[in-house]
């Protein structure tokens, strides 16, 4: 069974900073790319960022270029995303996405999802 399990979400102001993690288990981590999302109330769930199965690729959305890092260790099974300079409009829930390719993952059409894990920005 396979399974994304989202952490590191929570409050924090205008400015600060998060990390979260995706513990994925139960898949060939390493074959997949691995994408994050997110959705604010109201809203479509839209792409954040993405890495291949090497990280050599590593596209973000416009939003969040220079602010936000995709990263990945295929040893431990684990893909992070390091959020700096928090504004909040970044404020939504971030979900973890396994998928065969990151154009595949822009697209929204991932194999597999987590839960989400909630991000709020205080202004």
């Known amino acids: 069974q396979v399974q994304l399990v989202e952490s590191g979400g929570g409050l924090v102001q205008a400015g600060g900073s998060l990390r979260l993690s995706c513990a994925a288990s139960?898949?060939?981590?390493?074959?997949?790319?691995m994408g994050w999302f997110r959705q604010a109330p109201g809203k479509e769930r839209e792409f954040v960022a993405g890495?291949?199965?090497?990280?050599?690729?590593?596209p973000y959305a416009d939003s969040v270029k220079g602010r936000f890092t995709i990263s990945r260790d295929n040893a431990k099974n684990t893909v992070w995303l390091q959020m700096n300079s928090l504004k909040p409009e970044d404020t939504a829930i971030y979900y973890c996405?396994?998928?065969?390719?990151?154009?595949?993952?822009?697209?929204?059409?991932?194999?597999?999802w987590g839960p989400g894990t909630q991000v709020t920005v205080s202004s």
């Open positions: 996405a396994a998928g065969p390719t990151v154009a595949v993952l822009i697209r929204k059409r991932a194999d597999y």
């Open positions: 139960g898949l060939r981590f390493g074959s997949y790319a």
């Open positions: 890495i291949s199965w090497s990280g050599n690729g590593t």
